[in-house]
């Protein structure tokens, strides 16, 4: 849903997102236009919050990084402004906690809805900084990670319900079995 007609610049947007009647509503920045994310189905959410239970545990061990939520905006290259589902951030990108994230994260996960093109999205995230996006279709219980190959080409690879996500050089020593992600 769109939530102003005009277009409006990065730091436009972060004034308005701020803004006491907006709390709590996930906005996003696409081509200058402000869009309202519809609501996670519960499937989704519990979803989402399953593996960002799964990071912050590993994080907490290894102390390597940031685990954020849905809440959190990442400024991509092209001045659109991201929300993904939960993200991973390496300190080694980001020392500290920014005001605001000017890069995509290490890991963005995306538990996608029916009605999303999550290739956009995954594009915009790697092309931006980020190393995977994990994009997670819940009812399929599926996850594809995508990354950029040598040629800069975005390429996925399917992980079904025997397999087990890695954390790769981004988060080394972090696995987590596709099936441990979805509720049961």
């Given at each position: 849903?769109?939530?102003?007609?005009?277009?409006?610049?990065?730091?436009?947007?972060?004034?308005?997102?701020?803004?006491?009647?907006?709390?709590?509503?996930?906005?996003?920045?696409?081509?200058?236009?402000?869009?309202?994310?519809?609501?996670?189905?519960?499937?989704?959410s519990a979803t989402a919050v399953r593996i960002s239970y799964?990071?912050?545990?590993?994080?907490?061990?290894?102390?390597?990084?940031?685990?954020?939520?849905?809440?959190?905006?990442?400024?991509?290259?092209?001045?659109?402004?991201?929300?993904?589902?939960?993200?991973?951030?390496?300190?080694?990108?980001?020392?500290?906690?920014?005001?605001?994230?000017?890069?995509?994260?290490?890991?963005?996960?995306?538990?996608?809805?029916?009605?999303?093109d999550v290739h956009i999205k995954a594009q915009e995230y790697?092309?931006?900084?980020?190393?995977?996006?994990?994009?997670?279709?819940?009812?399929?219980?599926?996850?594809?990670?995508?990354?950029?190959?040598?040629?800069?080409?975005?390429?996925?690879?399917?992980?079904?319900?025997?397999?087990?996500?890695?954390g790769g050089d981004v988060l080394p020593g972090f696995t987590?079995?596709?099936?441990?992600?979805?509720?049961?």
């Amino acid at each position: 849903m769109l939530l102003h007609e005009k277009t409006y610049t990065v730091e436009e947007f972060w004034e308005i997102a701020r803004l006491p009647e907006n709390e709590g509503r996930r906005l996003e920045l696409e081509n200058g236009v402000i869009v309202e994310m519809a609501s996670s189905s519960p499937l989704n959410s519990a979803t989402a919050v399953r593996i960002s239970y799964f990071l912050t545990d590993f994080n907490l061990k290894c102390q390597c990084g940031y685990v954020v939520g849905a809440d959190s905006g990442f400024v991509m290259s092209g001045g659109n402004v991201r929300q993904p589902d939960a993200a991973f951030v390496s300190k080694k990108r980001f020392p500290a906690l920014p005001d605001e994230f000017d890069a995509a994260p290490d890991i963005a996960v995306e538990v996608v809805s029916d009605r999303e093109d999550v290739h956009i999205k995954a594009q915009e995230y790697l092309h931006s900084g980020g190393t995977f996006v994990w994009a997670v279709y819940a009812e399929a219980k599926t996850v594809y990670v995508f990354r950029l190959d040598e040629h800069d080409q975005l390429i996925s690879t399917p992980f079904r319900i025997d397999d087990t996500l890695t954390g790769g050089d981004v988060l080394p020593g972090f696995t987590l079995p596709v099936r441990d992600i979805f509720p049961e």
